[in-house]
């Protein structure tokens, strides 16, 4: 496992993206790269994904596994989101993308592209590429009116969270 985290130093950082460039380019398996609030935005197109030092993190083809945990209480853009999504897509061994500490924005359609990709949201509502829905532990499909429920929610906490510091 590899961790590019917002408190690493911008050589370490660089570093770590350079080794797992190396290592994807010799087609060696990465099993998982998580940022730890080191997520700043990507690219549209899923080219890269842009730290908050700056730096940028290319699709690595031996890549399996990807968390990107947000800044608690982030709201994810649709184009955000989309870029998340292609960026996945552009990772050919990709077979989980976990999204932590953030609101994702509903959308009525996903890419069907990325096969068998498993998307994880908030390690409690799943998403699986293959069915284009929201999916709870249980299967249970999440309608739009309790993703309003959720996202009421999600503010009500954070506003909380916000209040007690």
């Given at each position: 496992m590899s961790v590019l985290a917002d408190g690493d130093?911008?050589?370490?950082?660089?570093?770590?993206i350079q080794l797992l460039e190396l290592a994807s380019q010799h087609k060696i398996p990465i099993s998982e790269v998580v940022l730890c609030d080191s997520f700043s935005s990507v690219d549209p197109d899923g080219l890269f994904l842009v730290l908050h030092s700056g730096l940028c993190l290319p699709p690595l083809s031996t890549l399996q596994e990807l968390v990107i945990g947000t800044e608690m209480g982030r709201e994810v853009t649709v184009d955000e989101w989309t870029g998340m999504?292609?960026?996945?897509?552009?990772?050919?061994?990709?077979k989980e993308l976990r999204i932590a500490d953030c609101l994702l924005p509903w959308m009525d359609s996903f890419p069907t592209s990325l096969g068998s990709v498993q998307v994880v949201w908030a390690s409690w509502i799943h998403y699986y590429l293959r069915s284009g829905?929201?999916?709870n532990r249980s299967g249970e499909i999440l309608t739009r009116g309790a993703y309003d429920d959720l996202v009421t929610r999600f503010r009500e906490f954070h506003s909380y969270e916000e209040n007690e510091e």
């Open positions: 130093s911008r050589l370490l950082q660089w570093s770590t999504l292609n960026y996945a897509n552009n990772c050919q061994l990709l829905r929201w999916q």
